[in-house]
């Protein structure tokens, strides 16, 4: 049953299973502090494929596949699958997805993207409307800088702002069955759909700028609606928000007097070693926060060493048209709230 | 309360009541055999924009705020909002609802997003999730032939098989609530999300064909999930997979012992007159099903001149990176059953 709560807010009485969940990444990212979590390392960032975009859905096609053989869970016996990605028509998503054979609910929230899946998913399984549903995204350093940016073969300078796209894949099946033989296992246990905000960024070089603000917005909402504050919570990820957008963001929070810092991190700046890798502002890329979810963060989760997470997924909305027409960029941020809980028996 | 019927095909119990719909369209829509019945027509193709990507947004923003108001739904008492449509990274929606404030999940679906919008919204709403929720979308024959295909100022030859892509916008509010005052009103009944079929079409000029396979394999799960068949609806409107699509979509269910013609039209075909208008194969566009639906249809059904209709939207899911790159079509169709009903009173 789904209650909402305050004004924005929904509450999952049962809340869906967490039955699966998996990350597919590149080079960069399994030398990054996170290396040893992820399920699966590609040291060709073309993954055998003949171009970018293709590597791109190799790399959903293997999280996906790799998400649903750890939950035990037939591709066949997928009720829907809620799936996007930054290329243009989302098409990383299709080509990756095409073989799944399920029914496709494409869906298009920027880097929020694999917030904005789970959150949906959430509702689907909560709803009845699926048994099980599968949330999946990625990105790709190279088919993202060619297409938003220069070609890479020009070498292009980057601005301390920007940060680097991850090569990068995530995917989670929810299920309204808990996980068979597990004493405890991960459930959704709320969502908070963002809204957009636009307070005038222009630069497409400094997205954590963009974003900060619709997180903040998204997370005070969040807290007014159930009453909680930042301490009731094991870790608030942000993602990808990055080292200039995550210190705008406790910012901003801290001068509406709610100070995140002892339980913030975002999934920017955990990928990688921004000392040793030379990622700028840090990570981002819609498969960013989802290879930190789907590997750290629910690793953690499911294992007992982390408190109830609140996953806010944050996106830009812009295009590389709407920049070149001189557009702002208007932010959104997406909220899922993640627990362990106990799995009734019998 | 959703039951999930057979397969695939989700029902709902008390049903998203269908408060209020619009359209925005122009010229040449206008000029079409359903000009007098859409809610605001263009003669400029701009909108007084800077850009067509500026008009296209324009054009949504308007048909939303008029079915708001057509609705008697504020703005802010929208729990959310479900929009896409073909532009980059889906601009048209981001920038054409940026201002409504409400939650923002964008969706992608190409020509199918009317339906995909429609379907997602009614499950948010029937299992209580939202209240109201806003589905909408659009395209814009300019913004897409220069993304899509070529400078319109080459003035590039078309093939017969092509389809128009249609200057329009439709929006949909549904709502928990009834419609008040009204002894009866349009709802959701069904909805059976697609699954992706492709069966090898490469011709990006010829969607209809890339469709066609979907919208068969949709409408078969459905006729055999519930039991029913063409002849218990007042209509089975495909959209868009104009005069090539459907006589392929046609002929695919004959071969399956399931005659649709005659109840079937595509909203491809009724936007234009092929006779009259240059068009080629037909409309398409995620606007052009859109505005037939917020126009005709939706008008008719409210009326109690249709029966229960069978709202099939069709999308090609392809990319111009994708065609480039000799990757094939693969096709989606999702289904929306709408009819009216008493509304309970007192």
Not at 80 to 91: H, I, M, P, R, T
Not at 107 to 132: L, P
Not at 323 to 345: D, F, Y
Request: net charge negative; aromatic share 6%; glycine share 14%.
């Amino acid at each position: 049953m789904i209650t909402r709560i305050g004004e924005n807010t929904l509450r999952f009485a049962r809340g869906p299973w967490v039955a699966g969940w998996a990350s597919s990444v590149g080079r960069k990212e399994k030398e990054g502090p996170l290396g040893a979590l992820f399920d699966q390392c590609h040291e060709d960032t073309m993954l055998g494929a003949d171009s970018w975009e293709q590597a791109e859905s190799r790399l959903q096609a293997e999280a996906a596949s790799l998400a649903l053989r750890k939950a035990g869970v037939e591709k066949e016996s997928l009720d829907c699958v809620f799936a996007g990605d930054l290329l243009n028509q989302c098409a990383a998503s299709v080509f990756g997805l095409r073989e799944l054979g399920a029914p496709y609910l494409g869906q298009y929230g920027a880097c929020s993207t694999m917030a904005q899946t789970i959150g949906a998913a959430s509702v689907f399984v909560e709803s009845g409307a699926a048994r099980r549903a599968l949330a999946v995204t990625s990105s790709h350093f190279c088919s993202a800088e060619r297409q938003f940016r220069l070609p890479l073969e020009y070498g292009g300078q980057r601005t301390p702002t920007a940060q680097w796209t991850a090569t990068a894949a995530g995917a989670v099946v929810l299920s309204a069955e808990p996980p068979a033989g597990a004493a405890s296992a991960v459930s959704v246990r709320e969502v908070s759909f963002g809204r957009m905000v636009d307070l005038g960024v222009k630069d497409a070089a400094n997205m954590g700028a963009a974003m900060a603000p619709a997180a903040c917005r998204t997370l005070l909402g969040y807290f007014a609606d159930t009453g909680l504050s930042p301490r009731d919570f094991g870790l608030i990820l942000t993602g990808d928000l990055g080292a200039v957008g995550s210190d705008l963001l406790r910012g901003l929070l801290l001068r509406e007097g709610c100070d995140i810092s002892a339980v913030h991190n975002d999934g920017g700046l955990m990928l990688y070693d921004r000392k040793r890798q030379d990622v700028h502002a840090g990570g981002s890329g819609c498969g960013c926060s989802a290879a930190v979810l789907c590997s750290a963060v629910l690793g953690d989760l499911a294992a007992g060493r982390l408190g109830d997470v609140l996953f806010v997924g944050t996106g830009a909305l812009m295009s590389l048209t709407t920049s070149q027409q001189g557009e702002t960029i208007p932010g959104v941020a997406h909220l899922v709230r993640l627990g362990a809980r106990s799995v009734p028996q019998g």
